[in-house]
């Protein structure tokens, strides 16, 4: 789904005034859903050049870049009065960037608390449509193209309130750099079509700015075998808890795992992206015979990658690149895996290709410790 930016067209300052005040008299709302509730004042639509969906709202309401934004582009935004608070303006917004509610936060998030989810329980190929709440850890990679649309490019998992873990190839291929900048993580996303200002599919939404991110120092983005496909992107602002926005535990040890899960909103069998999380069940795959199979296509694998899948019409595919193959492990789920690589998706007889996790740990912590978020 992609997202348009583009700038407001100007007001008369008679209008502004008229909207302001019936906006105050009957749009005045007050916004909850399972979280604290928040008012929104002067709640209006506006108009922008393409006639994509906006409203008038506070900029504290906005999740917009402020950093990126000149005088100039917050001046051309502006939507209210004139006498209005230079502290918090009005500014037209377009809908999938409205905060309409602020979701309670909690303490930082411990290992403790990780892989728990509030209900029980294109990479995705013959899955089923995922609850709203469930996998609260996945996000939306976000890039911003050079007008400023927002265009869908990978599947990241949340492991802490300011880190996002993805696969590196997310972050360096050359197809994926061609959609533009690396922008923002959008998280506790369900119905990504979802654009009604009150329906409660927004509420539960947190679009972050990313700060910078780190690819793990030994992956070649030339090499056709994709070892060390992992990376961190650390966001600019820490994530809010809350049971539709959580991290996942990370696993550190191998084990015998009987099945995995993978959730997405990558590629499904009608060959476009998919609106609704979806999510299925792949078993392992062994490893030598997972290799054997590469290797007829010239790719090599490791013992740091891991196979998954291999079963006709269930699979990951493109989009989902970058999200976690996830198991469940005495009532909490862990990421195994990051999704890499893979021959088609959902093809009988190959398996996807995964980061193995366990490998990882110790980098991960170290950049983590590193950059100051412990």
Partial sequence: ?????????????????????????????????????????????????????????????????????????????????????????????????????????????????????????????????????????????????????????????????????????????????????????????????????????????????????????????NSYNHANDISLIILKNRANITDYVSPICLLEKNANVVEYTVSGWGRTNNESSSVIKKKTVIPPYSWTLCSQKYQSVNVTITKKQICAGGVRGKDTCQGDSGGPLMTLKNGRWYAAGVVSIGVGCGTEGWPGIYINIPNYVDWIKEVIRVKNLL
């Fill in 1 to 221: 789904m992609t997202i348009m930016s583009v700038q407001c067209l100007k007001y008369s300052v008679t209008k502004l005034l008229l909207f302001a005040l019936l906006a105050h008299q009957q749009f005045n709302y007050i916004f909850t859903a399972n979280t604290e509730s928040v008012e929104v004042p002067f709640f209006f639509s506006c108009q922008l050049i393409n006639d994509a969906d906006a409203y008038c709202v506070p900029i504290k309401n906005c999740q917009i870049d402020l950093k990126s934004l000149n005088e100039s582009d917050l001046n051309e935004r502006r939507c209210g009065p004139s006498n209005e608070n230079r502290k918090n303006p009005l500014v037209c917004c377009e809908t999938n960037l409205v905060v309409f509610s602020q979701p309670k936060t909690t303490t930082p998030t411990s290992s403790a608390k990780c892989g728990v989810q509030s209900i029980v329980s294109n990479r995705i190929i013959g899955g089923e449509t995922a609850e709203e709440a469930e996998f609260p850890w996945l996000g939306r990679i976000l890039r911003r193209d050079s007008i400023g649309d927002l265009i869908f490019s990978c599947t990241g998992t949340l492991i802490h309130p300011n880190v996002v873990l993805t696969a590196a190839h997310c972050l360096e291929s050359k197809e994926l750099v061609e959609n533009g900048e690396l922008y923002a993580v959008s998280l506790g996303e369900h119905e990504t079509s979802c654009s009604s200002p009150d329906s409660s599919c927004l509420n539960n939404k947190q679009t972050i700015v990313v700060s910078e991110y780190v690819i793990h120092p030994d992956y070649d983005s």
